[in-house]
């Protein structure tokens, strides 16, 4: 990963990608912190507040100041990513993506011939049936 500067956000960036892991994606970074920010509100307004009304409201107010911060967090990680590191290695994807299209053609052939076996059973049960009559 490449950083331009050395400064507070990038090292933010940094450990927020150390410690949730490589391949959470943005969105879940932001999810993850709109929890945290719900119950850490939540637990101050609590332990600071008596009425219900600032419970709820301060809670509701420490969430959205911790939705700002992620989301200003995670655009700046998404500004010092550097894609060349994070390409897609298309022949692993497409030998999988073969794979599973090979399957799902072995899977439709098979339901195809018991398909056709269960109508001609049923065709010649009603063959026999309307032959009694």
Do not use: W
């Amino acid at each position: 990963m490449k950083i331009d500067s050395i400064n507070f956000l990038g090292i933010f960036c940094i450990i927020f990608e150390i410690a949730l892991g490589e391949y959470v994606k943005q969105d879940n970074y932001i999810s993850f912190s709109i929890v945290v920010g719900f119950f850490v509100g939540l637990v101050f307004s609590i332990i600071k507040f008596q009425s219900p009304e600032l419970i709820i409201l301060f809670t509701i107010i420490f969430s959205i100041i911790l939705y700002l911060i992620a989301l200003f967090c995670a655009s700046m990680y998404m500004k010092f990513i550097d894609y060349d590191e994070k390409k897609m290695n298309i022949k692993k994807l497409d030998s999988t993506l073969n794979y599973y299209l090979d399957e799902f053609d072995k899977k439709e052939k098979e339901t195809t011939s018991i398909r056709n076996y269960l109508k001609h059973n049923i065709n010649s049960m009603n063959n026999k049936a309307a032959y009694k009559e």
